[in-house]
């Protein structure tokens, strides 16, 4: 049996464009989960909201990595439907780490409905295959940059998650740092060093959940 | 100086290590060049980053359509022969997503009698058009709702009433003295948050019992549902529906 926290787990990691690069939350993400003894399947896929990982759309950038092997996609990427994904991987546990997609930072009002729905749907999708899941939420970044990102709309984002994301466990990272505190390159997607922390974070929080420590062979 | 010694201690180094400092120091320019080039191409990477957008430019709408008469009868929308047959087993369609703010046009038809349909929805807003009888004749009425109790832990149950005949509508819970909702205008509707929990409710207009208790079934939690109290032939009844989103 392989040590570390997570030693036995099949993890199928699925986000948006902090996932999508090399300098970004996917390598130090995926060393940090193979390091505590996952099997880790990452996929990241720029731009893509949770109804996007229903079928097949595409999008201007994505990245894929599973068993040492890297694959950063430019605009041949594009999203899979999550029951393909889980029937081909069988993963003991599914990991979404999404938010900044679909938190309209540019918009006054939050589209509520639409996001209910694409999350909604996402969760009922997972739980039609009987695979458990974790879902992680955005994280704090600095206001303003090319995308408006904002900590009153990044609160409010993190807050309808975590009511809506059941049957999957929420991990909120918010909690893992203040608002500023890791550094950004465009408002929204942070330099190493907070990609860093964020991974390490979300490491430690999914060891910690005991529904995970559950899953352990 | 110590940055003297240093300095004259590396080059003196270099000298008597000859061609082989030489390699050293090539290596580490190399190693300097390499680091710059990957960092310069992470930067790069960043700044390749196609933007793209946070969310919709608009919320979601949905429209959905319900009989609120004694009889089945037929719903078909503008431009199409698409028929759908509403009636006591399902007297609802699922809320179909719509453009905001464009017509949605339909007919509710029943014997010889049509309602011809004519509504538009709010960005984030769920309308349901309802059809009643008029006399013999059809009618229908639209409500909207823009909710924002989304919640996948609780169970969201609204309550409906366009019974001309059930003034301050209210739904008791059978064996309690819990009011689940109180003081309902005609044509209107309210919403509210409960625990996934099997019940029964009573209706009541003006704290008059009407018609007889209406088993809930087994909630769910996360989905939506809504009762609508409708006018009967001398009275106003009650039925359940799930607020289901076509998908």
């Known amino acids: 049996m392989a040590a570390g926290t997570l030693a036995g787990i099949a993890l199928l990691v699925l986000g948006e464009s902090h996932l999508s690069l090399p300098g970004y939350l996917m390598n130090p993400l995926y060393e940090d989960l193979t390091t505590q003894g996952a099997t880790v399947h990452a996929i990241g896929a720029c731009g893509a909201t949770a109804s996007d990982w229903l079928k097949t759309v595409e999008v201007p950038c994505g990245a894929d990595r599973f068993k040492g092997d890297t694959v950063f996609k430019g605009r041949a990427a594009t999203t899979s439907p999550i029951k393909e994904l889980i029937a081909k991987d069988k993963p003991s546990l599914v990991v979404i780490i999404l938010g900044d997609t679909m938190a309209s930072y540019d918009n006054e009002s939050f589209p509520r409905a639409w996001a209910w729905q694409g999350v909604t749907g996402l969760t009922k ?8 899941c974790v879902w992680v939420g955005p994280a704090w970044g600095t206001p303003g940059g090319k995308y408006f990102k904002n900590d009153k709309r990044v609160e409010l984002m993190a807050g309808f998650l975590e009511k809506n994301v059941a049957p999957c466990v929420f991990i909120d990272s918010l909690k893992f740092s203040k608002p500023g505190q ?16 964020w991974s390490a974070n979300i490491t430690k929080a999914l060891a910690a959940l005991p529904m995970v420590q559950g899953l352990k062979k | 100086m110590s940055y003297t010694v240093v300095g004259l201690r590396g080059i003196r180094s270099l000298l008597a290590y000859g061609v082989k400092g030489m390699k ?4 580490f320019l190399r190693f300097v060049l390499v680091s710059v080039g990957l960092a310069l191409s992470a930067l790069s990477h960043a700044a390749d980053i196609p933007l793209y957008p946070t969310g919709p430019s608009a919320d979601s709408s949905f429209v959905r359509f319900i009989n609120g008469t004694d009889a089945a009868l037929e719903l078909t929308a503008a431009g199409s022969q698409a028929k759908v047959q509403l009636d006591a087993k399902t007297p609802t369609t699922v809320y179909y997503p719509v453009r905001a703010k464009s017509a949605i046009k339909g007919q509710f038809s029943q014997a010889q009698s049509k309602s011809e349909i004519s509504t538009t929805v709010k960005a984030g807003e769920f309308v349901s058009v309802i059809a009643l009888a008029d006399g013999a004749k059809l009618k229908h009425v639209s409500l909207g709702e823009e909710p924002d109790d989304f919640n996948a832990l609780k169970v969201s149950l609204a309550f409906y009433n366009v019974s001309a005949k059930c003034a301050n509508a209210a739904l008791q819970v059978v064996g309690r003295e819990v009011m689940l909702f109180e003081k309902l205008g005609v044509n209107a509707l309210t919403r509210r948050m409960i625990n996934p929990v099997k019940i029964s409710v009573q ?3 003006g704290e008059q019992t009407t018609g007889a208790p209406l088993e809930l079934g087994e909630l769910i ?11 009967a032939a001398s009275t106003t009844r009650i039925f359940i529906v799930s607020d289901a989103v076509a998908r």
């Open chain 1, 182 to 197: 890791w550094a950004t390159v465009d408002g929204q997607h942070f330099n190493l060093a907070g990609y860093q922390a």
């Open chain 2, 24 to 27: 050293h120091l090539g290596r």
């Open chain 2, 203 to 205: 209706l009541l207009c």
């Open chain 1, 125 to 132: 999708e997972i739980a039609a295959t009987q695979t458990p």
């Open chain 2, 221 to 231: 939690a996360g989905e939506r549902y809504s009762v609508f109290a409708i006018p």
